[in-house]
C-alpha cells in the first residue's frame, strides 16, 4: 500500500471512532462539557495521527488547536443560548481556518477571498470529503488480497470467543448489580426511533470528523509536495507567493463618484442627526411626531443596518478599484476614511437611541447582542482604516476574525444574562416595571443574578420568580453530566443556598390565589 491508502485508512477509523465517541456525547442537550470533550479527542486524533504518518503540522496549526479548544471550552461555561450560537460560528470559523492553513500554509496574510475559499472548502470536505476518501483516496486494491480474507477470518474468530464469555461474565454482572441490569437491558432494549436517532448522530460525527481531517492531512500533504520548498538549514516551509490576475477592475471616476454621493449622503443625514443630539426630547417630537422612545426604536436597526452595509461596499470597491496609480489610491483614502468618520457619528447616534429606549423599556438579548455587534464593527472599521486604507489589504481579514473571537469571549465574561437581569432590577429599584416571564425564560447563566435582585422587586413580582425558578431548576439530579456547565452549576448552588426563601416566597403566591383565600372556602 502506498503511504495515501495508509493515511486514508487511519483517517476511516480515527473518523468511526470519533462518530461513536460523538454519538455518546453530543445526543444530551443542551451542548456543555460534552462539546469540549470531542473536541480535545479530536485535536488529540489529530496530533497522533501526525505522529503515526510522519507527517509535521506546520507551526501555527498548534495555536489553531489551542483556538478550538478554547471556543469548545466556551460551551461549558456559559449556559446562553445566544452565546452558544456564537461558540458554533467561531468553531465552524477556527475549523474554516484550519482547512485554509492545511490547503496554503498562510492566516496572517490572507484576503478574505481566500478565507472564503477556506470556509468552501472545509464545507465541501464536510459533506463529500468521506465520499473522496473511500473513492478516491484509499486504493482498496493496493490491499493484498490474500491478506483480506486472513484479517476478516481472524476478526470473526476472536468474535466467536468472545461471544460467550461476554454472556457468562455479562450475566454475572447483571445479577450482581442492579443498575448495570438497568444498563444493559436498555442497551438492548431496541427502539427503531432510538436506534435511528443513534446512527444519525453516530454517522454525522464520523462523516464530518472525517472530512476535516482528509482537509487537514491529505490536503496538507498534496499542497506540500506541489508548492513548498525547504528553507535552508531550518527545516521549514516557504511558500511563494501567489500572483493574481483581477479580471473586473473599475477605474477612480466611477469608484469616486459613487463613494462621493455616499459621502454627501451620510454628510446630511449626520447634519440631521446633529439637531436631536442637542434638541432633546421636544425636538424629537415637534420635528418627527414621535415619542422619544418610538424614535429610538424606529431608528437603531436601520442605522445598524446601514453599519453592516458599509464594510463590504468599502471592501467591494478597494478591490474593484485598479490600483496602476498612486493618485487614484490617495483619492480612493480620502472618499473611504470620509465615510468612516461620517459612520462613526451614524453609529453615535444609534447607541444613543438603544440608550433611549432601554431606559424606558428594559434591556433584551436583541438589544444587549446587537449593541455588541456595533462594538465589533467600530474595531473592524479601525482595523480597515489601518490595513486595507495603508495599502496592507492581506492582514484585514485575520484581523477582523481575531476580533471576532475577543468579541465572543468578552460577551462570555460580561455574561449578558446576568447583565440582562442586573440591568432592569435596577429600573425595577426606580419604580420601573421589571418582566419576569421574560427575566425567568433567560438561561441558568441568569439564575444566581435573578436570586440577588429578589429584594429589589415587588412583593407579586418576586414570588412570580422565586415560583418559576423553583419550577425550572428543581429536582437538580436530573442534570446529565454531558451537559454540564459553569452557569448550570452556579445556578443550582445558588438554588440550593436559597431553597429556603424561595419557597417561602412562592408559598406566597400560591397562597393569594383565589381558590386558596378565605372567600373562596367559605
Not at 280 to 304: D, I, K, P, Q
Amino acid at each position: 500500500m502506498n503511504d495515501r491508502t495508509k493515511l486514508g485508512l487511519g483517517i476511516l477509523a480515527v473518523a468511526t471512532i470519533m462518530g461513536m465517541l460523538g454519538d455518546a456525547l453530543l445526543r444530551e442537550t443542551p451542548w456543555g462539557i460534552n462539546v469540549l470533550v470531542w473536541i480535545v479527542v479530536m485535536v488529540a486524533a489529530v496530533l497522533t495521527l501526525s505522529r503515526f504518518v510522519g507527517m509535521e503540522l506546520l507551526g501555527r496549526s498548534r495555536w489553531l488547536a489551542l483556538a478550538l479548544i478554547g471556543l469548545a471550552a466556551m460551551f461549558a461555561w456559559r449556559d446562553s443560548p445566544t452565546l452558544k450560537v456564537l461558540d458554533g460560528v467561531g468553531l465552524a470559523g477556527a475549523l474554516s481556518v484550519a482547512t485554509f492553513r492545511a490547503k496554503s500554509g498562510r492566516i496572517l496574510l490572507a484576503g478574505i477571498t481566500e478565507y472564503a475559499e477556506g470556509l468552501f472548502i472545509a464545507v465541501h470536505n464536510a459533506v463529500f470529503g468521506p465520499f473522496i476518501l473511500l473513492l478516491e483516496d484509499i486504493k482498496w486494491r493496493e490491499i493484498p488480497a490474500r491478506e483480506r480474507p486472513r484479517h476478516f477470518a481472524a476478526a470473526g474468530r476472536g468474535l466467536l470467543i468472545a461471544l460467550p464469555l461476554l454472556a457468562v461474565f455479562g450475566g454475572l454482572f447483571m445479577a450482581a448489580d442492579a443498575a448495570f441490569q438497568n444498563i444493559i437491558q436498555n442497551a438492548f432494549d431496541f427502539n427503531l426511533e432510538r436506534i435511528f436517532v443513534h446512527g444519525f448522530v453516530a454517522t454525522t460525527c464520523a462523516w464530518s470528523a472525517g472530512g476535516s481531517l482528509r482537509a487537514v492531512f491529505l490536503q496538507t500533504g498534496q499542497a506540500l509536495t506541489a508548492h513548498t520548498q525547504p528553507a535552508a538549514g531550518a527545516g521549514t516551509v516557504v511558500w511563494p507567493k501567489e500572483q493574481k490576475t483581477q479580471s473586473l477592475s473599475l477605474g477612480i471616476v466611477e469608484v469616486g463618484l459613487a463613494l462621493s454621493l455616499l459621502d454627501l449622503l451620510f454628510f446630511c443625514f449626520v447634519v440631521v442627526q446633529f439637531r436631536y443630539f442637542f434638541g432633546g426630547a421636544s425636538t424629537v417630537e415637534a420635528t418627527t411626531g414621535l415619542t422619544y422612545a418610538e424614535y429610538a426604536r424606529r431608528g437603531f436597526f436601520e442605522l445598524v443596518t446601514v453599519a453592516l452595509l458599509v464594510l463590504p461596499l468599502l471592501l467591494m470597491a478597494h478591490w474593484l478599484l485598479r490600483k496602476a496609480n498612486l493618485t487614484h489610491e490617495r483619492i480612493f483614502r480620502v472618499l473611504a476614511g470620509t465615510q468612516i468618520v461620517l459612520l462613526f457619528v451614524i453609529m453615535m447616534s444609534a447607541l444613543q437611541r438603544m440608550r433611549l429606549y432601554q431606559g424606558e423599556y428594559g434591556l433584551t438579548e436583541l438589544r444587549l447582542y446587537t449593541t455588541a455587534f456595533m462594538g465589533w464593527l467600530a474595531i473592524v472599521f479601525v482595523w480597515f482604516a489601518a490595513t486595507v486604507l495603508r495599502g496592507k489589504r492581506e492582514r484585514f481579514a485575520f484581523g477582523a476574525l481575531v476580533a471576532g473571537g475577543v468579541l465572543i469571549g468578552a460577551l462570555h465574561l460580561a455574561n449578558p444574562d446576568a447583565l440582562i437581569v442586573r440591568t432592569n432590577a435596577e429600573r425595577a429599584r426606580s419604580g420601573r416595571g421589571f418582566d419576569t416571564q421574560y427575566a425567568t425564560s433567560l438561561s441558568a447563566d441568569a439564575v444566581p443574578a435573578l436570586v440577588a435582585a429578589l429584594p429589589a422587586l415587588g412583593t407579586q413580582e418576586r414570588s412570580a420568580v422565586a415560583s418559576r425558578l423553583l419550577t425550572r431548576w428543581t429536582p437538580l439530579e436530573h442534570a446529565d453530566w454531558r451537559a454540564a456547565s459553569w452557569s448550570r452549576r452556579e445556578a443550582w448552588r445558588a438554588i440550593q443556598r436559597n431553597g429556603s426563601t424561595l419557597w417561602s416566597t412562592a408559598v406566597w403566591q400560591e397562597n393569594q390565589r383565589p381558590e386558596n383565600s378565605r372567600e373562596s372556602q367559605r
